[in-house]
């Protein structure tokens, strides 16, 4: 047996070495397993590493004098003792035993296995092992009247790794004197007490109570050392805090501008006043740093401070950082229960809209994944995606509103340029509420241009200008940077060099400036003896080599740290640039360890506590760092873990796993386990469109064909392919990419056998053939009405759908398409047995004979409709058949009393139902019924609520129907001023849907409003315009009405201004547009009296007094039997005006007095001073 002392070589069996009298002691591996396999697996890594180590000398005293009373054999047995419970303690830290000396050993503490604080771990296993010798003294089985002590000393330094063998035993070169200090200061201490050099007493001094003792000789060393004694481990309460050691601290430096920019901010929202802010900047300028010190600033004023942050691959997942802001209120945590999660927002939302929560509750428990129970159901229950967006932000919209009405409140949105489509849309839509409350918007993120930040830029400076600061980060200053190092460094006079290379590298970027210096820490060329001190160079600077790149000079700093925190770090960066602790330690190999890992990552400052309430949660301190990890795993590396922490996510919330259907997408995807991906890709598709998140959706659904494809190749079932396309065709329609979501459509029809034709004779052909089957299930439904045989159910109901979705696309663009979609709607939908679909297809036949005009056939398809939705009894197909049913009265039959009840009556089940925009087309008509009833308070009223559940709801097309409807209100009641902004913000609106057909009718009242400004050329040149863009656009019925009277009333003012020819030309325009206008009253009635008065006004312009007179008194009995209040009284104006009789003028003054038409009662008062002799007597 060799001796470990002097290597002298012993017979077998000796217990002694015969050579230098020390203990002989076994040589087999004390080295667990565990730490056995940790070591071979990363030796090859280590080996020619230079490693910064902390050096462990250990030896039993008096070791001769127990000897001589145990005895040899008593001795040996001691020893074993001893070694047994010393090394236990050593390799509970992980560190190694590399060599015995007899009665001692030698131990390595960072290498072969590497920790970022293995100086800790020495001295606490140091300490661990005095401990178990004065608590363990009966075990070790001393003489009586004897003690068992040690003596150990430790020092800190480089070591450069050799070889390391199977057997585990690890050469190395030392650096300097790192281990010859150990040595010498383990035979300087006393019994019982643990010595450290001045390397190991900085690196512990923030965990470990330590005793100076001042200069000691030193047997080869040609100075003294500083010696301290280790005393005991701080309690974590007593532990130094701030970056003492590892970390470095400034206050901000080169950015008072912008703060104090930010803070003005601030306090113009605590006096009431909102506004949007960004703070953009390249990375590493300290954008993050600048909302946290104005956080820090405003954390003891009276506002409420909320975060929300980008995912790098959150793109895909709808409404993230909102899902972060409104948990974060109401206090939900991650490891809540649904019901849970259900109970804290419905408490938050009731203390802040108390009996209006049911018309918020439903819509935020959606947008969070929650399923809707109980009576609130019926809220949900009966929408599309669409529709649950327009309440989703309706109800946000009100949400925010209320908590910014309470307190001012601050909402930031870190990592902008990474946020969701939806989630910009929703951050767009709060922006008018800066305007209204003290609500203060900060987006976070990257100069890019095509970002959510420069959307969010360009937006915010466009329409709230006066309320928007900027705040654009940019690099420091040299000055500044140097400052920065002072700071950083608590010293001023840092070597020029040192200075120089720090400055140069980092290029004004204050992240670089730190990273930089943390390198020059880790590598040793930076140290300080004291926490509180400063921190001194090394000769060590000499020999350090800094990358030139930020990301360069991070991934050196990572390739320092030990293999545990390593793979920590690995593994967190996997999960994203922000984690929760328990979705990491459900996938972390070192479970027992994680805590003790993730604090030492902190303590390089690689990663950051984000939050502990209401789920502890961490984040990397910068995306640089998160980037720069994930890409140093390798790729078969790489898609094992995303799969281990999407099963971690699928075991730890398996009761609400549709919250993170994104996110699992997302990791399955990057495991390129292609099944589970498609799986969770269709599911998170589905989500989307729920929430109509349609940009997600479409990405989702992208991605979960390429996936299908790569799992199961071109195996389509053609159904479920069919009910895809017709998915990311509905997410293009709800988007307004109409042509694409038609081309999804079509494939979808085309899977299921059922191919929509593509000429336009094809079209016709198809409406020719559907008119034919319609006619025969009407005549013979019991041989006709009958499902086609071996069509699934779900394909039919995927039929019946996109039909519905074709109507809707057709209806704006191409009436003989809507047409054919109507009566395909209707026909398949009675063979399939779909009754919603049958009472939906029923009303679409209805009004395409409301337009032909066939009045009798259309009151028959809409009566049939209402019967069947009164059967089904579901609020959507009864608001869809009486809106249907009061179209019909009002357009076609000008019933204008049991139209408005048939309206009040569909506002009222799309209420129930939740819809906001089937609530809308009726809500609106009744607004128009009320104008033309001469109720103009009550449209004004109404027409007010649809604009404001529009804007509220971000619903464009809703938003412009109450303008539109508000506008004509306006014209006529009064101001016009007020009713062209009306009318001129609708038109804005609907041609940014577009929506042709409202813009041809807006624009046409705008052009009427124009007219009673006396603005007679702008009107006329609107109307104009309007009508070749009608003739353009293919717009039919009631909406071109207004437009055409506005040309004829426009032509007729015209002449009677002109002489001769001009006059001559102008009342041909004029008969012109009165003959078009009257081609349309025969089927829209309601237009009547006011085309009989203008054909009139023709009529007497062109010296025909008797047949002006025969249109008025046809105006005047359309407007009776209509009980059009307003176009009576206008008649009766216009017949006054123009025979000159004061009684006629009077009876429409008194008229229009009564309903409230200002601008009209304001020319009859003219003409009652000015222009009509008292006695001339009405006579029309």
Not at 844 to 865: E, K, M, N, S
Request: aromatic share 8%; charged share 25%.
């Amino acid at each position: 047996m060799r001796c470990s002392r002097c290597q002298h070589e012993n017979p077998a069996g000796a217990k002694f070495c015969s050579e230098c009298g020390a203990p002989l002691t076994p040589s087999p591996s004390y080295t667990p397993r565990h730490l056995a396999e940790k070591i071979l697996t990363s030796r090859s890594a280590l080996e020619g590493e230079r490693k910064q180590v902390t050096v462990l000398f250990c030896d039993v005293t008096g070791s001769t004098a127990l000897a001589e009373r145990l005895g040899p054999d008593g001795m040996h047995a001691l020893l074993d003792r001893f070694f047994d419970l010393a090394i236990a303690e050593v390799h509970s830290y992980e560190g190694t035993i590399n060599q015995f000396l007899g009665d001692g050993f030698m131990a390595l503490f960072g290498a072969p296995l590497a920790h970022e604080d293995h100086a800790r771990r020495a001295v606490l296993a140091a300490l661990a092992i005095h401990r178990g010798l004065r608590d363990r003294r009966a075990d070790l089985d001393a003489p009586a009247g004897m003690e068992v002590a040690a003596r150990i000393g430790l020092n800190t330094g480089l070591v450069v790794v050799g070889k390391i063998g199977d057997n585990l035993r690890m050469d190395y070169t030392a650096i300097g004197d790192t281990t010859n200090l150990a040595a010498r200061l383990q035979a300087l201490a006393e019994p019982g007490a643990v010595y450290l050099g001045e390397s190991t007493y900085r690196a512990v001094a923030r965990w470990v109570e330590c005793e100076r003792l001042g200069e000691r000789a030193v047997k080869g060393k040609a100075e003294p050392v500083t010696v301290y004694r280790a005393l005991a481990a701080r309690p974590p309460a007593r532990a130094f805090h701030g970056g003492a050691i590892r970390g470095i601290s400034s206050p901000l430096v080169g950015r008072d501008g912008v703060l104090a920019a930010f803070m003005d901010c601030v306090r113009r929202l605590e006096t009431g006043r909102g506004g949007v802010v960004t703070v953009v900047g390249e990375p590493g300028l300290g954008k993050s740093r600048l909302v946290a010190e104005a956080r820090r600033l405003v954390a003891e004023r009276d506002l409420v401070w909320r975060e929300g942050r980008g995912l790098s691959f959150g793109q895909t997942i709808g409404y993230w950082p909102f899902l972060e802001i409104i948990k974060s209120h109401a206090g939900i945590g991650e490891d809540d229960r649904e019901d849970q999660s259900w109970a804290k927002l419905e408490r938050e939302v009731a203390s802040l809209h108390g009996d209006q929560a049911p018309d918020i509750l439903p819509y935020l428990a959606t947008l969070l994944g929650l399923t809707v129970k109980g009576e609130l159901t019926a809220r949900v229950k009966y929408l599309d995606g669409q529709a649950i967006k327009r309440q989703i932000l309706l109800a946000s919209r009100r949400f925010f509103e209320r908590i910014a009405t309470r307190r001012p409140l601050v909402l930031v949105f870190e990592d902008l340029h990474w946020i969701d489509r939806s989630s910009a849309e929703l951050l767009e839509h709060l922006l008018p509420l800066t305007e209204e409350v003290p609500l203060l918007v900060c987006g976070v993120g990257r100069p890019e241009g095509e970002s959510p930040v420069g959307r969010l830029r360009e937006i915010a400076a466009r329409d709230h200008g006066g309320r928007y600061t900027e705040l654009a980060l940019a690099p420091l200053s040299p000055a500044e940077s140097e400052r920065l190092v002072t700071n950083l460094l608590e010293r001023e006079d840092l070597p020029p060099r040192l200075r120089q290379m720090i400055l140069a590298r980092a290029e004004g970027n204050p992240f670089f400036v730190e990273e930089v210096i943390r390198a020059l820490i880790d590598a040793g060329a930076l140290e300080r003896s004291d926490p509180a001190g400063p921190w001194r160079v090394t000769t060590e600077v000499d020999h350090v080599t800094l990358p030139d790149t930020l990301r360069g000079v991070i991934m050196a700093r990572i390739d320092r740290l030990d293999e545990a925190l390593k793979a920590v770090l690995k593994l967190a960066s996997v999960i994203g640039r922000s984690f929760f602790y328990r979705v990491l330690r459900a996938v972390s190999e070192a479970e027992r360890e994680l805590e003790g890992h993730l604090a030492a990552l902190q303590e390089v400052e690689l990663i950051r506590e984000r939050r502990r309430i209401p789920e502890l949660e961490y984040a990397f301190k910068h995306a640089v760092v998160q980037e720069a990890t994930y890409d140093t795993i390798l790729l078969d590396r790489r898609r094992g873990l995303h799969r281990q922490v999407a099963e971690a996510l699928e075991a730890l919330f398996a009761e609400r796993l549709e919250e993170f259907y994104g996110v699992l997408a997302y990791h399955y995807s990057r495991a390129e386990e292609w099944g589970k991906a498609q799986q969770y890709l269709f599911r998170a598709g589905d989500q989307a469109g729920r929430v109509a998140a349609d940009a997600e959706a479409l990405i989702h659904y992208r991605q979960a064909v390429e996936a299908y494809a790569r799992a199961f190749g071109d195996r389509w079932d053609p159904v479920q392919r069919a009910t895809l396309e017709r998915k990311m065709g509905e997410a293009l329609f709800r988007r307004g990419d109409h042509h694409q979501a038609v081309e999804y459509l079509e494939r979808s029809l085309r899977h299921l056998g059922a191919p929509y034709p593509t000429t336009r004779w094809g079209v016709r052909l198809a409406i020719g053939r559907e008119l034919l089957r319609q006619a025969l299930h009407r005549l013979i439904p019991r041989l006709f009405v009958r499902r086609r045989a071996g069509e699934p159910a779900v394909a039919a109901a995927e039929r019946e759908r996109i039909y519905e979705l074709r109507f809707w696309i057709d209806y704006f663009v191409d009436r003989q398409r809507a047409v054919l979609d109507s009566l395909l709607l209707l026909n398949h939908s009675e063979r399939s047995g779909l009754p919603a679909g049958v009472a939906e297809g029923l009303g679409g036949v209805g009004i395409i004979c409301d337009f032909v005009p066939l009045p009798r056939l259309a009151g028959y398809y809409h009566r049939r409709a209402v019967e069947l939705a009164e059967q089904i009894g579901e609020p959507v197909p009864l608001g869809i058949a009486y809106t249907g049913l009061a179209f019909h009265e009002h357009l076609c039959l000008a019933q204008f009393a049991p139209a408005l009840d048939h309206n009040r009556r569909a506002m009222q089940e799309f209420r129930r139902a939740g819809e906001l925009r089937g609530w809308g087309a009726p809500a609106t008509m009744a607004v128009v019924l009320l104008v033309q009833l001469g109720d103009l308070a009550a449209a004004l009223a109404e027409s007010e609520e649809i604009a404001r559940v529009g804007r509220d709801g971000g619903d464009r097309q809703l938003w412009g129907w109450g303008l539109l409807a508000r506008g004509w209100a306006l014209l006529r009641a009064g101001p016009l001023e007020e009713a062209a902004s009306c009318l001129g913000r609708a038109i804005e609106l609907f041609e940014g849907i577009p929506d042709y057909g409202d813009v041809a009718e807006a624009s046409g009242f705008l052009g009427q409003c124009y007219l009673g400004q006396g603005k007679l050329d702008e009107a006329r040149g609107l109307l104009e315009e309007t009508d070749q863009l009608i003739a353009r656009w293919g717009v039919r019925g009631h909406q071109v009405a207004s437009t055409h009277a506005g040309l004829a009333a426009a032509h007729l003012a015209m002449a009677e201004h002109l002489q001769g020819a001009e006059r001559a030309r102008a009342l041909a325009r004029a008969k012109w547009a009165c003959r078009a206008t009257l081609g349309i009253a025969r089927a829209v009635r309601p237009t009547l009296p006011a085309v009989c008065r203008l054909q009139g006004t023709y009529e007497w312009l062109r010296g025909k007094p008797g047949a002006a007179q025969r249109w008025w008194r046809r105006s005047l009995a359309a407007a009776a039997a209509q009980g059009a209040r307003w176009d009576e009284g206008a008649t009766w104006l216009e017949i006054g005006r123009r025979l000159g009789t004061r009684a006629d003028v009077e009876r429409a003054h008194a008229i229009l007095s009564q309903i409230g038409a200002s601008p009209d009662v304001t020319e009859a008062r003219r003409l009652l001073t000015d222009g009509i002799s008292e006695r001339r007597q009405g006579n029309p």
